[in-house]
């Protein structure tokens, strides 16, 4: 049988590499639709989980997992032999960026090693994490090459990524339009049958190199508009203007405006990195992406701006950092999530101890975070923590806080999220 008409009645047996917020949901997403998925991922501890039907992602329901393990649906692994008996393979492994900058690809390389070793012939290969432009076919076509192996006769090869937004409750896999990106026709026609029967819009481009860039765009946009939010904010503060006022108003227009929103900076797994791979990239072929870089620049100078606007405040109590009690709120990247990878609070707070403040914080998310050397631990949120800080600063505006309290409690305020929009109080300032 061809994988089309395996594709077509869901015997296609399909593999996914790296079982994280992008693979666990998709590998469920397939089993919901009728195929038989095996599961891969290098560590241990996920994999117990999985077997015992915990699931660790938190869009996944445990009990959905644990009956798409139960049934067989869902196999998972440590170990790559069964790889061997699938007919697509999706790698959806991280990609993260080096501290110069420069993206890491160490995942897909292995995983596309162990894809190389065992590739059933005609296999389909999905690679779904976010890469430069031009690594699909640069990097992991070359492994799946290897004993002569040709594309379009022994495998087949694309790029489609991830569009995943974790405790996104409107768009979900199967309802947010997957674009797909082949290295040559057949493999875009194959990857648009493959994610054809688990999603309602499959958006083929023509090449793999199209798929890849589309979603930088996608993600490089949220990061230039931010940006454009975060200097507005700062030309507001010099005019003496209220940049929420302004925002609020200019997002009146029906048409042609999409606000975005100052902080004090950008955070999270996507929005920071995937610019810095076009820029990368770029440099490869002597081009200077200044737009890009701009704004990776105002972004990354918020945590900055946020304490020297906090330290405008404490100058008019004559608190210097020194003799500061500062308690933060928020340490998560964005609101209502425990992920505080890249979160910008944690800038914040280097900076304020650095400059020898004594700094607290409290997220209900974020038991424990690490800064400067340093564990802090995630305190409660009491009258007393509030009433003893020289300022409280709001970086992460999660829900469940009863911000008009803490306007009531705390001597001062920096709010950098509008969190305590409609609240007027004395000693309440915002970004
Ligand atoms: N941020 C601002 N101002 C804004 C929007 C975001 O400062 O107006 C900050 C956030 O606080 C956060 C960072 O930027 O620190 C990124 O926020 P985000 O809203 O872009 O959320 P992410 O990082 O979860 O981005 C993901 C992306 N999804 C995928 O890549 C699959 C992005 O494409 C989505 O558009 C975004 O979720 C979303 O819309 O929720």
New binding site residues.
């Given amino acids: 049988m061809t994988l089309e008409s395996r594709l077509r009645d869901k015997t296609a047996r399909v593999g996914i590499l790296g079982l994280g917020y992008v693979g666990l949901p998709l590998a469920l997403e397939f089993c919901r639709k009728g195929f038989t998925v095996r599961g891969f991922d290098i560590s241990a501890r996920r994999v117990a989980s999985l077997k015992k039907g915990r699931s660790y992602v938190e869009d996944v329901a445990s009990r959905e997992l644990a009956r798409a393990i139960g049934s067989g649906r869902l196999r998972v692994f440590q170990r790559f032999e069964s790889l061997a008996c699938c007919d697509a393979l999706i790698l959806c492994v991280q990609t993260p960026l080096r501290k110069t900058k420069e993206p890491d690809l160490g995942n897909v390389v292995a995983a596309a090693e162990q894809v190389s070793r065992r590739l059933k012939r005609g296999a389909l290969v999905v690679l779904e994490s976010t890469a430069p432009p031009g690594a699909t076919e640069e990097v992991v076509r070359p492994i799946l090459e290897r004993g002569g192996r040709r594309l379009g006769r022994d495998f087949y090869l694309a790029f489609s990524p ?4 974790p405790g ?1 409750k409107l768009y979900g896999i199967a309802n947010t339009p997957k674009i797909v990106g082949g290295v040559d026709a057949a493999s875009t026609e194959l990857a648009r049958q493959l994610y054809a029967a688990i999603v309602e819009r499959v958006v083929p481009v023509s090449s793999a190199r199209a798929a890849e860039m589309a979603k930088l765009l ?2 490089s946009f ?1 990061a230039v508009n ?1 940006a454009l ?1 975060n200097e507005i904010a700062q030309i507001c503060h010099k005019l003496g203007l209220n940049v929420w006022e302004v925002i609020a108003a200019a997002a009146t227009k029906p048409f042609g405006f999409m606000p ?2 100052p ?1 004090p900076g ?3 797994h ?2 920071p990195k995937d610019p810095q791979l076009l820029i990368w990239k770029m440099k490869e072929l002597d081009y200077e992406p200044r737009f890009l870089q701009l704004a990776s620049v105002i972004n990354g100078g918020m945590p900055e701006h946020v304490v020297e606007r906090v330290a405008e405040l404490l100058d008019k109590d004559k608190k210097p950092f020194q003799a500061s009690r500062l308690l933060v709120l928020g340490a998560a ?2 609101a209502d999530t425990s992920d505080y990878r890249e979160s ?1 609070a944690l800038d914040v707070i280097k900076l304020l101890v650095e400059r020898g403040a004594s700094v607290s914080y409290h997220d209900r998310f974020v038991p424990e975070i690490r800064v400067a050397e340093r564990r802090l631990r995630s305190q409660p949120l009491t009258r007393k923590a509030l009433a003893g800080a020289d300022c409280v600063l709001i970086l992460t505006a999660h829900n469940g806080i009863d911000y008009v309290d803490v306007a009531r409690r705390a001597r001062r305020v920096f709010d950098a999220r509008n969190a305590t929009r409609g609240i007027a109080r004395r000693g309440l300032t915002r970004l």
């Fill in positions: 991830e569009r995943v937004d996104n996608e993600n949220r931010i939010a975005f929103y902080g950008i955070g999270g996507c929005i990247y964005k910008p």
